[in-house]
């Protein structure tokens, strides 16, 4: 198998500069072939909506989450320059979406791995410190190791979020019929049963009853799936992470009585077909992602099959629910644009009704009411903002009647950067440019977790001054 290593945004590089040499003895003298070639050609320049309709085993954030692509639907997981001719020299180019993805081919099977562009680690720190804030708040408390290989012992972190998820909107619910012999009927006749069963009659009636039940073969995967997570060193303690995830897993536990660990194989066969209910449209990535989980054994980059498979993340948005995590407790709003949730009209009521019939809204990424507008940006900016950024900003200022504002991002150290404010002409705002700066010194994942720690108290601190 060959095994490359990119980072997002790279701006377009040789796929023979990628090549990783550092796993297996096996993998030392493996080049770039025609047949590597074209498997990357089966993935490069197709839109990401496409390849997961297609490749259950890919799975891409925030869509796995809430069903909606949004910018990303439509591109690719990377463009790729060259021909079959001169494959040597092909060239890839991506974009915002960071993780890993396999391709299982004969003689041309490939691990790709995108790291952060902003990590300067082997094993990409940064990536898995914003993944265990934004899924699991005390992932790096456990026994939990970056560089053990094993990429989907995260989806067992990111279960936590869906499953909660899912059980705000209700337990699923379906409908079974049971078959009853008792005096109370409830449901239609079944006169061949009672024939059989209650003559001579004693008083009982033999009939079908239809009725909503929890035990069902959705709810029943949700319980294999969690005590498969039992079963991992630091299964119990995320299990028990904090009163909502606890919760809903009693929840789950409890009306799941029909559990048993040996029918597990029937359960992930039962929900083959994708769940598709008006109402509970939380509990389809839920059932996605518990089968990733139970089937993790055969989610691999050596799997025999012809397959796609992979676990990818937009780095934009996973930069921007890290922040959240972190300016939450300072009062800043969160709006989730894609729900069309926590918007500000633009526009008066009789004034945006005659503009735009659709209610026109704005959505900053962060905004503390009457006093801040923040936007955050995954992209080095240091003191370069362009001016399309520049004009938002001042537009949600002006809107929101706010005079300060700024943008903060993640500071890859290159330059001796440091939070600086501009002043509005005519002194009506001001706005700051704010970095986190990212550890490169870290040996290890703990070691970086402290250093990201003082960083955002520093960060911390900085907006107490503000305020």
């Not at 299990?239 to 009306?255: C, P």
Request: with cysteine; proline share 3%; net charge neutral.
């Amino acid at each position: 198998m060959l095994r490359l290593k990119t980072t997002d945004n790279n701006c377009s590089q040789k796929i023979s500069s990628l090549i990783k040499k550092d796993f297996l003895e096996s993998d030392a003298d493996e080049t770039f072939s025609a047949a590597h070639y074209s498997s990357l050609s089966r993935i490069a320049d197709v839109p990401v909506k496409e390849l997961t309709a297609k490749n259950p085993n890919l799975l891409v954030f925030p869509y796995e989450i809430d069903k909606s692509y949004g910018r990303i639907g439509g591109l690719p997981i990377f463009e790729m320059h060259g021909c079959a001719e001169s494959f040597s020299e092909a060239e890839i180019k991506t974009g915002n979406l960071m993780g890993f993805v396999g391709i299982s081919a004969d003689n041309g099977a490939i691990h790709l791995e995108i790291a952060s562009r902003f990590s300067k680690s082997e094993d990409d720190f940064f990536l898995h410190y914003m993944l265990g804030k934004v899924f699991c708040g005390n992932l790096f408390k456990l026994n939990y190791d970056a560089s053990s290989g094993n990429v989907f012992d995260l989806l067992c972190f990111m279960f936590l979020l869906v499953l909660k998820n899912a059980v705000r909107q209700g337990i699923f619910k379906t409908y079974r019929t049971f078959e009853r012999n008792d005096a109370n009927v409830k449901g239609s006749l079944n006169l061949s049963r009672h024939i059989r069963q209650n003559v001579p009659f004693g008083g009982k009636i033999a009939y079908n009853e239809r009725t909503q039940v929890f035990d069902n073969t959705l709810t029943e995967l949700v319980r294999h799936t969690i005590e498969f997570i039992r079963t991992k060193p630091f299964g119990k303690s995320i299990l028990n992470s904090d009163s909502e995830t606890k919760s809903a897993v009693s929840q789950i536990v409890e009306l799941t009585q029909n559990y048993s660990f040996h029918e597990r194989q029937k359960v992930i066969s039962e929900n083959a077909k994708p769940v598709c209910h008006p109402f509970f449209i939380k509990w389809k990535p839920l059932q996605k992602l518990c089968l990733a989980v139970l089937k993790h054994s055969k989610i691999n980059y050596h799997s025999n099959e012809t397959s796609v498979c992979g676990l990818l993340f937009d780095g934009a948005w996973l930069w921007e629910e890290y922040l959240n995590t972190i300016l939450r407790p300072l009062g800043f709003v969160h709006p989730e644009n894609k729900e069309h949730k926590g918007g500000l009209r633009m526009f008066k009521s009789d004034d945006e009704l005659a503009f735009d019939k659709d209610y026109r809204r704005i959505y900053p990424d962060f905004y503390k009411k009457g006093e801040y507008i923040l936007d955050a940006k995954y992209k080095p900016l240091q003191k370069n903002v362009c001016r399309e950024d520049l004009y938002q900003v001042v537009a949600y200022m002006h809107t929101m009647k706010i005079a300060r504002g700024g943008f903060i991002f993640p500071d890859d150290g290159r330059t001796d950067f440091e939070n600086c404010r501009y002043n509005l002409a005519n002194d009506t705002g001001t706005l700051d440019v704010i970095g986190v700066k990212i550890p490169h010194n870290a040996e290890n994942l703990q070691e970086f977790c402290s250093l990201m720690k003082n960083e955002e108290e520093r960060i911390l601190n900085y907006f107490y001054k503000i305020f």
